[in-house]
């Protein structure tokens, strides 16, 4: 189904992409939400969804590394307790009616933790909570390997209500948390489904993954100077909300 909008389709990644990257995520839910929606096989949403993900924070990850700002010690950690229960997850698998409303919920969750104060600058005085933030690294990834996400739209908002680091640590982790969980997650997902299968969704979602590319890309260096983020966070907030309940209807 790809290939019948790929236009209009291309255009809402692209857009999904510049939003999620000017607030320091990947965007994996919406990816797999649209294609849901856009009449993709639910079992291919995944790997499609993840390889869009690598694409848009890559970059970011980089970027990060080279300014300094990755805490690698944290990050590190919890990246590394995440990716095997995400490749886990990713090896999981479920019926369409479970899968929506599994993907559903997350989106639905993912709004919520997009609404979230975040705290600017820096993060003050950890709570003690903050140093239990590990243990929650796995269940995370390993939803996140289920759904075909990342995982760290849901990581990010924990940390910045701990004050685990300041914003700019947080964002840096979160982007380093979602490249390493999109990869072992795709890894997962290439063992269920076989390597003809990926081979055959990526090569007809390639105009979608050039579309996020340019999106991320765009979201990461111009689209914070255009409108402030909090801006940014709730109508992205508010497209995710509305997909998400669309998706927890017909599941």
């Known amino acids: 189904m790809i290939g019948a909008v790929p236009a209009l389709l291309a255009l809402a990644f692209l857009l999904t992409a510049l939003l999620y990257a000017s607030v320091g ?85 993912t709004a919520a933790t997009m609404l979230l104060p975040v705290r600017e600058g820096q993060a003050g005085e950890p709570m003690r909570l903050a140093r239990y933030m590990p243990l929650i690294a796995a269940p995370l990834g390993f939803l ?15 940390l910045h209500l701990t004050r685990w680091k300041d914003a700019r640590a947080i964002a840096a982790t979160a982007s380093l948390f979602i490249l390493i969980n999109s990869l072992f ?15 055959g969704a990526i090569g007809a979602a390639l105009p979608l993954l050039v579309a996020v590319a340019i999106g991320g890309q765009i979201g990461s260096l111009m689209a914070v100077k255009v409108l402030p983020k909090r801006w940014i966070r709730w109508l992205t907030a508010a497209l995710v909300l509305v997909v998400g309940v669309r998706l927890l209807s017909v599941s």
């Open 144 to 158: 996140a390997g289920v759904v075909g996400i990342g995982g760290g739209i849901f990581l990010a908002p924990l």
């Open 25 to 109: 995520f990947g965007g994996g839910s919406t990816y797999a939400a649209l294609l849901a929606i856009s009449g993709l096989d639910y079992r291919l949403l995944p790997m499609v969804a993840l390889a869009c993900n690598i694409v848009v924070v890559a970059g970011g990850t980089i970027r990060f590394a080279r300014a300094g700002v990755t805490p690698w010690r944290g990050a590190l950690l919890m990246t590394a307790l995440a990716a095997p229960a995400a490749f886990l997850g990713g090896l999981i698998s479920i019926g369409e009616s479970n899968f929506m409303l599994l993907l559903g919920a997350s989106l639905v969750l």
């Open 185 to 199: 997650g795709l890894a997962g997902q290439l063992l269920k489904q076989g390597p003809g299968a990926f081979g």
